[in-house]
């Protein structure tokens, strides 16, 4: 991990998934903003929380040593732990699994694969703003259309990125 010494650090996040490709992609996506620490397992992240504590922690549910709902519910047995706010980013798209998670207290859902600026915001909704980090969803407003100089009179309401999934109606 890389912490700058400046006057104010910046916040950490402990990504646990077991695909390589999918941590590489978050570290990518976050780096910039946050302090992304990636583990490859359950037990390597509840290794970690035993010594440290992140800001936020992206908790896949399909992992091989144990789920992401059992890790879950270790970390919110753990002291000095429980409040952590947990997204699960995952592939499973099923209703029963989303609900489960929201039972159990995450602060979000992410289906994979993810768009990186939906990752963006959904962090930041997690993250409570903090006037030393770099404000990333002021870097996504007009990213993608330049020409998009006032929507003030856009009549489409719809935006996919604060639903509770990213894709489809599950």
Do not use: W
């Amino acid at each position: 991990m890389t912490t700058s010494e400046t006057q104010c650090n910046k916040k950490c996040i402990l990504a646990v998934d077991d695909a390589a490709i999918v941590l590489s992609r978050i570290a990518d996506a976050l780096g910039k903003y946050y302090d992304v620490i990636t583990v490859n397992s359950g037990m390597r992240a509840l290794k970690y929380l035993s010594q440290k504590r992140p800001d936020l922690i992206l908790l896949d549910i399909r992992m091989p040593d144990r789920n992401g709902f059992e890790i879950l519910q270790i970390i919110h047995s753990m002291e000095d732990r429980a409040d952590i706010p947990v997204i699960m980013l995952t592939g499973m798209e099923d209703k029963r699994y989303v609900m489960k998670g929201f039972e159990l207290g995450i602060s979000d859902y992410i289906l994979k694969p993810f768009a990186t600026d939906d990752l963006l915001k959904r962090v930041q909704r997690a993250l409570k703003p903090d006037k030393c980090n770099d404000n990333p969803a002021d870097h996504l407003n007009n990213s993608d259309n330049p020409d998009n100089s006032d929507n003030s009179d856009n009549s489409d309401d719809s935006d996919d990125s604060d639903n509770s999934l990213q894709r489809g109606d599950v």
